[in-house]
């Protein structure tokens, strides 16, 4: 069984960074593909960045030039670096796992999910 515990999350001033990790066990990680997502309350969950088993990315224009997704196969752990971050970055974010589509952004497409950690960002 697939398991993907989140961390890294908490609250920073507009213009922060901060970095989340995914720790993911249970399956070949390396073959599959892997993302962020991220919900605010009262709105749909968006798709942030993904990554193949290859390493290519894909961002949603909103974070483009400010975060950046990665994994170190050796450590089953994907990250996402969050740099100049904005008030409406606040959001629990999500790692995604077992994706079937090469970096998608949509939700549909991954069958494994972590429980989240918190972003808030104040202005």
């Known amino acids: 069984q697939v398991q993907l515990v989140e961390s890294g999350g908490g609250s920073v001033q507009a213009g922060g960074s901060l970095r989340l990790s995914c720790a993911a066990s249970?399956?070949?990680?390396?073959?599959?593909?892997m993302a962020w997502f991220r919900q605010a309350p009262g709105k749909e969950r968006e798709g942030v960045a993904a990554?193949?088993?290859?390493?290519?990315?894909n961002y949603a224009d909103s974070v483009k030039g400010r975060f950046t997704i990665s994994k170190d196969n050796a450590k089953n752990t994907l990250y996402l670096q969050m740099n100049n971050l904005k008030p409406e970055d606040t959001a629990m974010y999500y790692c995604?796992?077992?994706?079937?589509?090469?970096?998608?952004?949509?939700?549909?497409?991954?069958?494994?999910w972590g429980q989240g950690t918190q972003v808030t960002v104040s202005s």
């Open positions: 995604a796992a077992e994706g079937v589509v090469a970096g998608s952004l949509d939700g549909g497409y991954y069958n494994s």
């Open positions: 990554i193949d088993s290859d390493g290519d990315t």
């Open positions: 249970g399956y070949t990680y390396s073959r599959y593909y």
